[in-house]
Each structure stands twice: as structure tokens, then as C-alpha cells.
């Protein structure tokens, strides 16, 4: 079993390149990986890690599109991981906890997920649906 703590920046994005089959339905981005590993460069996007999982996080008030305009102050989970062996175990939970407490920023945390069992994990963990489109949800948490 992997440890995620003792995976570098690098190599857990290089985790989510090889594996985005396991967060998306679609092919990633053509920027991807690059765009993430830019992102953490300039402090928009942190990585949270626990030993069976990690998760990556756009801070509150950090990101803009690419025509350089800011995006809603909401701080946004774009990748959760936990390894299988370790699922059920509340371990997603509890690094959601984790991001709620240090990068809310007494704003909301949004997300996109994809399926109806993803949908009623984040439900259970305070997430409520704004928008459905085809069993693709946006998400967001503002307590």
C-alpha cells in the first residue's frame, strides 16, 4: 500500500495523470498535468495528504480564468483520492474536515463530482446540490 505522506507534490499529481480515470469520465485536459503542478508553483492549489488518501484544493480567492478574471471567492476540492483498501473507513471525511477548517475562508467549498455514489458521499459530508446535469453535480458546502 502506497503512503501518500511520502509522496512528493510531483509524484501525486503524476498519480492523478496515470489514474484520471478514477476521478473523471473524460480524457484529461491537454494542459493536464502541467496546469496543477503551476498551480501548486504559485500557491492556488495545495495538497492535502493522509497516508491512504490526499486531496487537492483551489484556495478561496486565488484562482482566475484564463482571461484573467477572477473566479467566485469559493475556495473548490478538485481531486479527492483514497486508496480502495481504505475506503469506508471515513478517511475522505475526515480530509474534508481537514479542508473545511483551513482553506473555507468563511466562504464556501465547491465541487464537481460525477455519479450517484459520489454525490451521497459528499452529501454526508455536508455538500448539497446546486446544479444536475446528466449525473454530473456541482456541489457546495458552506458550513
Same mark, same amino acid.
Given at each position: 500500500?502506497?503512503?501518500?505522506? $511520502? ?11 496515470? /489514474?484520471?480515470?478514477?476521478? @473523471?469520465?473524460?480524457?484529461?485536459? $491537454? ?19 493522509? @497516508? /491512504? ?28 483520492? #483514497? ?23 468563511? $466562504?464556501?467549498?465547491?465541487?464537481? &463530482?460525477?455519479? @450517484? ?7 454526508? &459530508?455536508?455538500?448539497? #446540490?446546486?446544479?444536475?446535469? @446528466? ?5 457546495? &458546502?458552506?458550513?
Amino acid at each position: 500500500m502506497v503512503d501518500f505522506t $511520502q509522496l512528493t507534490d510531483t509524484q501525486i499529481v503524476d498519480f492523478v495523470a496515470d /489514474h484520471f480515470f478514477e476521478f @473523471s469520465d473524460d480524457l484529461p485536459p $491537454q494542459e493536464f498535468p502541467k496546469n496543477i503542478h503551476n498551480g501548486i508553483k504559485r500557491g492556488d492549489l495545495v495538497i492535502l495528504k493522509d @497516508s /491512504h488518501g490526499f486531496a487537492v484544493v483551489a484556495r478561496a480567492n486565488r484562482l482566475r480564468r484564463g482571461d484573467n478574471t477572477p473566479l467566485p471567492p469559493n475556495a473548490e476540492l478538485i481531486f479527492i483520492y #483514497v486508496a480502495p483498501e481504505a475506503r469506508g473507513r471515513r478517511v475522505a471525511r475526515a480530509m474534508i474536515e481537514e479542508i473545511k477548517a483551513q482553506y473555507m475562508e468563511d $466562504q464556501a467549498l465547491e465541487l464537481f &463530482c460525477v455519479g @450517484s455514489d459520489r454525490r451521497r458521499m459528499f452529501e454526508a &459530508c455536508g455538500f448539497r #446540490v446546486i446544479e444536475n446535469e @446528466s449525473d454530473t453535480y456541482t456541489m457546495v &458546502c458552506d458550513q
